[in-house]
């Protein structure tokens, strides 16, 4: 094969041999939950992966902490749940909606679903990915991760302009990774998806943002097992218990460049804010809540024109972003990454490597996720409205909180179970010895 090397970010690509060579089936760029999900489903086939993190540790990061009753399955399936268990995974099974001056609105309701799951699993982000590290031990003759391993480059086929590999640096030392298909799970700004030429559509352009604050916990049953959400006036703040119950995740709505002003808040006035958009914080203490964990996230809605070029399949943020009100963005991922594998499985198995065949899993999922962005869309507007009308005519908006069969089908929706799988679509289904 005739390789070259492709700087795809501004640092410069290793030459000549690498004190690396990793060789494994599939390389995957991106070793947060979208690449390290990916790894464990391609496992679940006896598919080999290289996995490649620029960070080396797992630093605390405000991130998805929601896991939804479908993904919860694939982790189990892929022997992750126990690790995700002991790191303290906290279930709930419930939302309550309040508007802290008209009251309580209503509840949103996992307890009923027709699932083996009927709850989500709250587990701090950094425990995440803890957990599917952890889980890879077990599986270290197919998954060969590597942590502080910065791609700076990819490696293309002359012959065929196929990606087939990537190269980059790890601790002051050069590799080389080499596969027959190469993921890209390297996040919203993704080099390789730029790279390969794949577009980006920008969906919508949010005015909020969301400042994330973590405090302990207070002790109020209202917050056992499940979450509140208080909307209205002053838009949303959510408070989502996180792993072991003890402390808590708060994501407050403010307008896009206040930032600095919500930091430069005192200690009091901070609390005073808080107070008046969820009055149960009075038992807590929110001394801490700007401390060096808080983190402003900007709300994008994107999604990739294409989803496979090059050898090149995108996965998780890589692919698409959505508005965190429904808690989805992660839950996509990984469900991107269970069809991925199938996909891959059936393209060695029966198809053949190309982006024809590996083009059956943008047909499986691109539309999905288009139907997810638009609900969490649609979600988010409801949460997110703000201003005096919203506590005058704005609980209108929360008439689908009193119609069962609209509750229903979103907790449907919310939980993943209207997105179907690789078995849903059948990826698997062929008689390997007659193909053979
Ligand atoms: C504040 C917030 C709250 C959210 N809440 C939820 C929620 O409750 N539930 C939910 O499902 N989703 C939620 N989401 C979305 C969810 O967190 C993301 O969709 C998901 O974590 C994305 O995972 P990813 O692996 O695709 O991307 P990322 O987490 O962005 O990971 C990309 C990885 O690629 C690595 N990388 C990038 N470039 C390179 C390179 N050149 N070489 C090597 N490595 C590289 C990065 O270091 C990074 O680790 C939330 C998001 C935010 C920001």
Known sequence: MDLKRHPIGR???????????????????GGAVAGASMSHALAEYGISSVLLERGDDFPE???????QPLTWSFFERWGVLPYMESFGAYKL???????????YLGT???TDLPFKFNHSVILRHRN?????????????????PHRGAMVTGAVVDGATDRVVGAVGTIGGETFEALGKVVVAADGPHSKLREFVGIGVEQRYTYDEGYLMLTIPKPDVPELDGRGIRYVGRHGLIVLIPLDGGEDMRIPLQIPKGSVGEWRAMSGGELRHQLLVRAPILEHA??????????????????????????NVCLIGEAAHTIH???AQGMNMAVLDAEVLAAVIKRCFDVDGVSDESLRRYEQGRRDTNATVMETSHSQGLHHTGSGLWHDIWGVRVYR??????????????????RNPTSKDMNILDYDLEAVR
Not at 61 to 67: K, V
Not at 285 to 310: C, E, I, P
Not at 400 to 417: F, H, V, Y
């Open 61 to 67: 990061i405000n991130r998805g902490d929601a896991i």
């Open 11 to 29: 640092a410069a690509v290793p030459e000549g041999a690498c004190t690396h060579r990793w060789e494994a089936d599939v390389v995957i760029v």
């Open 108 to 110: 949103w309701s996992f």
């Open 285 to 310: 203490d929110t001394g801490a809540a700007l401390g060096k964990l808080s983190h402003f996230y900007n709300v994008a809605w994107q999604h990739s024109d294409a989803y496979v070029r090059n």
């Open 324 to 326: 965190p009100t429904t």
């Open 400 to 417: 689908w909180l009193e119609d069962e069969e609209t509750k229903r089908e979103l907790s449907m929706r919310i939980a993943g179970l």
């Open 93 to 103: 099974h419930e939302w309550d909606f309040i508007n802290p001056r008209v009251g």
């Open 128 to 144: 995440i990915h803890r957990a599917l590290y952890a889980a890879m031990e077990p599986r270290r003759d197919l998954i060969d």
